[in-house]
Nanobody, 124 residues
Framework: VQLQASGGGLVQAGGSLRLSCAASGRSFSTYAMGWFRQAPGKEREFVAAISWSGGRTVYADSVKGRFTISRDNAKNTVYLQMNSLKPEDTAVYYC??????????????????WGQGTLVTVSS
């Protein structure tokens, strides 16, 4: 499984970005997907996760109400719509896949495959 994240960039506070993560493989619909982020000098942290069909999602408290995770299984792609961005959202964002388990995990150790990361910078 290969994951390719894209969509990062520089945005002003209050703005929006949409990240995408394209996955290889024919079994994407059996991957629970997650987004994580790592800010400079900090540990990587959970952002959001979505179930196989997209019917269940979970978010970190810090992004709840501002970010939306979604997926298109026909396109093998998961998205992270980020609205009302704040400078503290600045980080490298990573997508990750848990293969074969439809539970929504927040721990990075539960994910089997990782994308390369895409940088989001929010200016004040």
């Amino acid at each position: 499984v290969q994951l390719q994240a894209s969509g990062g960039g520089l945005v002003q506070a209050g703005g929006s970005l949409r990240l995408s993560c394209a996955a290889s493989g024919r079994s994407f619909s059996t991957y629970a997907m997650g987004w994580f982020r790592q800010a400079p000098g900090k540990e990587r942290e959970f952002v959001a996760a979505i179930s196989w069909s997209g019917g269940r999602t979970v978010y970190a408290d810090s992004v709840k109400g501002r970010f939306t995770i979604s997926r298109d299984n026909a396109k093998n792609t998961v998205y992270l719509q980020m609205n009302s961005l704040k400078p503290e959202d600045t980080a490298v964002y990573y997508c990750a896949a848990n293969v074969g388990d439809n539970r929504l995990y927040q721990g990075e150790e539960e994910y089997h495959y990782w994308g390369q990361g895409t940088l989001v910078t929010v200016s004040s």
